[in-house]
């Protein structure tokens, strides 16, 4: 089993930043590829951002390009997402999710391992 463990939401105003952070457990971490997610109220739950085994290879959905950054540190098992120029329309739940595999992943099918998720509020 991988627990997968999301934190640092919050309210922010628009224009701002926030840092989401993630452990997963239970596993190697550095075979894991990370992915971050986010759902809407009414909305499904979409593609944000994800990241390889090794840091080297990621990938954004358009909405988020040039303002998000994902990274992670796999000696503290963890994945970092960087939301800076924030947005009311960022305004989400955002999710953490884990593959046991090494390559990133753009799909919620790809992902067998999800956290909690995490609110994030952001005001206008």
């Known amino acids: 089993q991988v627990q997968v463990v999301e934190s640092g939401g919050g309210l922010v105003q628009a224009g701002g930043s926030l840092r989401l952070s993630c452990t997963a457990s239970?596993?190697?971490?550095?075979?894991?590829?990370m992915g971050w997610f986010r759902q809407a109220p009414g909305k499904e739950r979409e593609f944000v951002a994800t990241?390889?085994?090794?840091?080297?290879?990621?990938f954004y959905a358009n909405p988020v390009k040039g303002r998000f950054t994902i990274s992670r540190d796999n000696f503290k098992n963890a994945v970092y997402l960087q939301m800076n120029s924030l947005k009311s329309e960022d305004t989400a739940v955002y999710y953490c999710a884990a593959r046991t595999t090494v390559t990133a992943a753009t799909m919620t099918s790809e992902y067998g391992y999800w956290g909690q998720g995490t609110q994030v509020t952001v005001s206008s």
């Open positions: 990241i390889n085994w090794s840091g080297g290879v990621t």
């Open positions: 239970g596993r190697t971490f550095s075979n894991y590829a």
